[in-house]
């Protein structure tokens, strides 16, 4: 067993050769990365934690949990004292992976993927801990209701959409979008839209507003997180774009902005965000 466990971390982004390996059933459990808490709490395990990065806000028990940190600023004493028998990382914790794991505690890296890669670390997750049957209906669950929205997606014409999870405020400097890998860009695709950055094969791009009016969108679709936006905020928001008028969606008033820090976070939320987005690119098929 404690070879498939080793294994299975290594296929999250571990490097097993110094990894040591959790018990059966860690019951101690220190989570840095949101999207693998949410999976976490979804399969059974949320009873079994410990302590939760600063950003972790869903579900709402995990805010009673100790914080530990974040990417760029994980507490190591912290999350030692908290004497956990399995720390969740990202993968890019390179330093704090080797930390942890001098002092003889197990790590589970986590590397951002594709929409694929959800289902994959639930099914992981739920080997891990001993809740396999627990994972495999969260999975059951999700691939259900995507499967759900490609029915009701079928058919139509995939709408050209640029998919902007990031800008400055009142503007359109430091525009980000999402490219042609990752799971936002299986998300559109999803939804019955067609990335119009596709071609770049990024997770994330930077586009210029030279790039976004040669793209010519027929639909932007903007993902908002952080605070509930004040009364009038999200038009004032979808106004900004006034200043392309030469991009199709700008001309036809197709600017939808969908509000939620569950929008770009991986987790066991992704098949409301693939709901939400079909709703506005075909909201025909999604007449409630």
């Known amino acids: 067993m404690t070879t498939v466990i080793v294994g299975l971390l290594a296929a999250c982004g571990g490097q097993p050769a110094r990894q040591p390996a959790p018990p059966k059933t860690p019951q101690r459990i220190v989570s840095l990365v949101p999207a693998v808490t949410e999976?976490?709490?979804?399969?059974?395990?949320?009873p079994r934690m410990v302590g939760a990065s600063s950003f972790d806000t869903y579900p709402p028990e995990v805010r009673a949990l100790p914080k530990v940190g974040g990417?760029?600023?994980?507490d190591l004493e912290r999350i030692i004292s908290l004497r956990p028998d399995l720390v969740v990382i990202s993968a890019t914790h390179a330093e704090l992976g080797v930390q942890l794991r001098s002092?003889?505690?197990a790590t589970?890296?986590?590397?951002l993927g594709d929409l694929a890669n959800v289902t994959h670390t639930i099914r992981i997750l739920g080997t891990v801990t001993g809740l396999d049957r627990e994972a495999a209906s969260v999975i059951a669950g999700l691939e259900s209701r995507f499967e759900a929205v490609r029915d009701r997606v079928k058919g139509r014409p995939k709408v050209r959409t640029l998919l902007v999870f990031s800008r400055q405020p009142g503007s359109l400097r430091g525009v980000y979008v999402s490219g042609g890998t990752g799971f936002l860009h299986d998300l559109l695709e999803l939804a019955g839209g067609e990335n119009v950055f596709a071609g770049v094969r990024r997770e994330a791009v930077q586009?210029?507003?030279?790039?976004?009016?040669?793209?010519?969108?027929?639909?932007?679709?903007e993902l908002r997180t952080g605070p509930a936006p004040a009364s009038g905020e999200i038009e004032r928001e979808r106004r900004s774009w006034d200043a392309l008028p030469a991009v199709p969606a700008v001309r036809t008033g197709r600017i939808f902005v969908l509000v939620g820090d569950e929008l770009v976070v991986p987790g066991v939320r992704v098949a409301d965000t693939a709901e939400r987005i079909a709703g506005v690119l075909h909201p025909d098929g999604f007449v409630r």
Request: proline residues 9%.
């Open 207 to 221: 586009a210029t507003t030279e790039a976004i009016i040669s793209a010519a969108p027929d639909a932007i679709v």
């Open 108 to 111: 589970f890296p986590y590397a």
């Open 39 to 46: 999976m976490l709490y979804a399969i059974g395990a949320g």
């Open 71 to 74: 990417l760029i600023d994980p």
């Open 103 to 105: 002092a003889g505690l």
